[in-house]
């Protein structure tokens, strides 16, 4: 009876539907600063430590999308998250878009300073035409009785957002499936792909062989997205985050909430130590609202924002130029403002986290309205290249094809364009041909003093001299497509 008893318990032990462990996953979470919807990474930290801490074994992974914007991006060039996400304990890190906010090169110097593998499957640096140095195309981690292979694949927009034709990325299925055979040769019992939106449109998820799990980095409400193979979106400055409950033979996922996590004491000093030399610039006042503002995201990318207004203001009044556009994804608060709100520079900072710098460059209305068809090129998609402007007024149908969606341009009094030509004050962003604008064939009004100062510091200096402002729409942008 014990002989039978033995193999009875030995069976169950080695069941293939035993409980491998769990692995958490988050990304696009850049914000420092604690958010009254439950938003917190010293929340998250605690949720990860208090699973790790359990009976079954646990995996991080962090989907990226973090080392930039916030208040320090700019000044450290995410040194302080890779310092964050060292003491959450991260196993990995996919490596996504805004990592690569100030370069290849930078990337590198961080994966020196993280205490885990950063991973990056679809991208070459175009100088030597492998992989970026201190990236792995992927990794095998431990989980429990199994080996999980993480990869991340990126879309080739990233060239026209980030990296300016820098990196070569392969947005092909076979290519990846090849990466993912060598992680089974190599051992890994389940592979878990991590990417981006805009590669699943590219390569379609059928083509995909031999994939556990995709995980899709988006900021958004997380959710599932399909059953098989296993797909969820997760992401987002929110308290989100998505369990994987693995096993032998299946991955299952849950949405839980941080919110009510009592915050990881030691991550707030870890982030305390980066933020205390900036509260002191960052509280200082600057003016009061006297109406309600927002700078809600689909505002932002497809119509007249009163925010926007206020930041274009500011732009132009800074270089003196006729005009002022800048894409509404560079605006990034997402949220509204009532009358009577003390506006602070932690607010603009916030509302701009990129930073950027502003160039004056003369077009004439031909380039002018080529500039403000690609603005609208994909405004069905709120994507972020839609323009907030200033000094002139545009009217715009997105029924039309691209490329005739622009019904009618005029300046701030309704006027027509009527000069050979105008300057137009844009970001360095834009410039540099971000987001697909070209700007290769106008002229740069050399302004070495506009160029050196970063936008969020623009907008404050101006807002600075107002006691009181009102945020309003005066008209600048009108959507004209058919309600369907």
Known sequence: MKGILAVLLLVSFVSPCAQAGKIIFTSNVP????????????????????????TEPVLFIHGGDSLSPNS??????????????????????????????????????????????????????RRTMSDVEGLLPYVILPLGNLKVAVLMTVSENINSTFLFNTAVVYEDAEQINRKIHQARLEGADKVILVTERDYLKAVSVDRLQGVDCILVTQDVEDHQIQDHPLMVASGGVDDEMVVLNVSDESISAEIVHTAQEEPDASLNHVISRFTNQLDVVLDKPLTT??????????????AESSFGNLVLDAIRHYTQADFAAVIGGSMRGYRTYEAGYQLTRRDVQRELPF??????????????????????????DSDGRFLQVSGLRYKYDASRPIGQRIVSISDALGKPLAKAEYTLAISDYMLHGGDDYDFSDV??????????????????????????????????????????
């Open 289 to 302: 609202l006297a109406g309600p503002m927002d700078s809600l995201r689909e505002t932002l990318r497809s």
């Open 355 to 380: 930073g950027g710098t502003v160039h004056v460059v003369k077009v004439s209305p031909t380039k002018l309205k080529q500039i403000l068809e690609h603005g609208v090129s994909v405004v069905e």
């Open 31 to 54: 914000e420092l600063y604690a958010q009254e919807n439950g938003y917190s990474l010293a929340k998250m930290s605690a949720f990860v430590q208090r699973l790790k801490q359990g």
């Open 72 to 125: 320090l991006s700019v000044y450290d060039k995410g040194v302080h998250m890779i310092s964050i996400m060292n003491a959450m304990m991260v196993d990995v890190l996919a490596v996504n878009r805004r990592e690569f906010n100030d370069g290849i090169d930078q990337v590198t110097l961080l994966s020196s300073q993280a205490q885990f593998p950063m991973v990056l499957s679809n991208l070459h640096d």
């Open 443 to 484: 002229r740069e009004v050399s302004d070495e003093v506009s160029s050196q100062r970063l936008v969020w510091n623009v907008v404050s200096d101006y807002l600075e001299q107002f006691d009181a402002i009102t945020p309003s729409l005066d008209g600048r942008i009108e959507n004209l497509t058919p309600v369907q």
